[in-house]
Every structure is written in structure tokens, then in C-alpha cells.
């Protein structure tokens, strides 16, 4: 028998190109609910090892410098293990560009890794956690397994950053074991005097869950 690949894919569409954002696994995944959220909405699968939340929502605006953005865009993944089987999730959020005069740069910062992409109007990041917060809340037994802890760091992640975005490989958890991947992105007119953009994509994941009233 044939095992089945699934990719989900999500998108959000920007002056720049379209953001995908989605997740391939090696199993056959069902869509079992649908979810409502005060700010924001969920999709619930099931694979044969896993049980997979993929939250979408808005960020919220005014950001709390009190800027404003044209429009923005994040999405969480909630990832349990729940049987002893091996299967291999990867989630990813890329910006496929509408043309080849867009130019990309890094923009990180404390607890954040981030892309910029510019074109000759438009600004647009993306951004989601950096090894270091991903490895403190393995210390804390946050949403990353403790026994994790000191796999990530400052200079080591289980995300990779492209070009144009990110891809995470979902390490093997062991059954009851829990993670947490967020990507955010935002895009606004280009203004070098403005970070609003990449203030949008720099929330620490229970800011983020208190917004979208995730309890």
C-alpha cells in the first residue's frame, strides 16, 4: 500500500507575491473539526501519530507603539504526538514572489528570526522564534519537550531560514509531547523611517494566545 503525502497549505495574499504557509507530513491526514476562536480560527487533523492545530489569524492592530499596518497575517501549529509511530511533519511559511524585482534581506532580533522583502513600494516580514526562546520554553515545559532542552539555541534551531521564509522539521516527540510553531507575517508601504512590519511579527507566543483567546 502506498503511504500517502498531505500538504496543507494556507495563503495570504500581498502586493509582494503570495505567502504560503502550510505543513507536509508522510501519513495521510484528516481534517476532523473546524474551530472558532474569539480572534481567530483553527483546523484540527488527525494523522496516524499526531493530533495538528493550524490556528489562522489577524495580528492585532494598532501594534502597541500605536502604528498601524495595511495588512498582516500569522499562523500557529499545535503538534501532539499521540501514538508511538514515526512520521515526519514539516511546517513551512515562504513568500512565493510576484516578480524579480523584489529584493530580500535577514532581520533579526532578540528572540526573533525574520526576513524583509522590499519591493519598490511595499515592505513585508516574516518572522517566528528564534532557537533561544524555543529552548526557553523547553525549560519551562512551554508548548517545546523539556527533555529538548539545549538542542536550540542562539546559534541552532529546528527552523531554517530561507530566503524567502522559513521551514521547520518537527524533531520526533515522543507520545504526549507538545510544540509550538508561529509564523507571522505583515506588509505595509514602504517607509524606512517605520519598523511597524517588523514589530508585527515580533509577539511572544502568549501575547499571541491571549489575543486569539487560546486557553
Known sequence: ??????????????????????LICNRQENVVETKKYENGSA????????????VSFKIKVPLYNGDNLTDSFGWIFRIEKTA????????YCLLDKSNDEISFDTATGEHLDAIQADSNDWTL???????EILNSRAENDDWFPPRLKNKVDFYQ??????????????PDLNKGEKIHIQYLTAYDKKDDQKVNTWL?????KRKLENWIGIW
Open 157 to 170: 534551531s529546528i527552523t531554517e531560514m530561507k530566503q524567502n521564509g522559513f521551514v521547520t522539521k518537527i
Open 43 to 54: 483546523e484540527i487533523l488527525k494523522t496516524e501519530g499526531h493530533k495538528i492545530e493550524i
Open 200 to 204: 508585527a511579527v515580533d509577539e511572544f
Open 125 to 131: 516580514h516574516i518572522g517566528t522564534e528564534d532557537g
Open 1 to 22: 500500500m502506498t503511504t500517502q503525502t498531505t500538504d496543507i497549505k494556507q495563503e495570504f495574499k500581498t502586493p509582494l507575491g503570495v505567502v504560503c504557509c502550510g
Open 84 to 91: 508511538d509511530l514515526e512520521e515526519k511533519i514539516q511546517t
